[in-house]
């Protein structure tokens, strides 16, 4: 089978590297992470995810685990653009400290009729 010009063009090109640092995370948090993406992107596109990335990543982040009564509110449809975002309040707080947390997981239990939702807030 033969490769189309274009395709045989987009394989030849050279591989670029873009990388988005915040020492001041590094500093404060000596364990993070560092998150690497491989990717054909090209330089502009790989630069804006890497200072997206940095910008969703550059403080310290909190996971919490709630469980909601009822399985119908939260569907697959509720993820499209982006994860739901739940404005959370939790007991020995000010009414004003609410977390947002971006959802990362659901679960959903049938037989007990709740919905468990694990998210990621900044502290």
Do not use: C
């Amino acid at each position: 089978m033969a490769i189309d010009p274009d395709r045989a063009i987009f394989a030849q090109r050279d591989l670029s590297w873009q990388e988005a640092l915040d020492d001041t995370v590094k500093a404060e948090q000596p364990l993070a992470r560092t998150i690497e993406l491989e990717s054909v992107l090209t330089a502009p596109g790989a630069a804006y995810l890497a200072a997206e990335i940095l910008n969703d990543n550059d403080e310290v982040a909190q996971i919490n685990s709630f469980d909601v009564e009822g399985v119908d509110f939260i569907t697959a449809a509720s993820f499209a653009g982006a994860p739901p975002i739940f404005d959370a309040h939790f007991d020995g707080f000010s009414p004003h400290d609410g977390v947002d947390l971006r959802t990362i997981e659901v679960a959903i239990d049938y037989d007990t009729n709740t919905t468990s939702i694990i998210g990621k807030g900044q502290v």
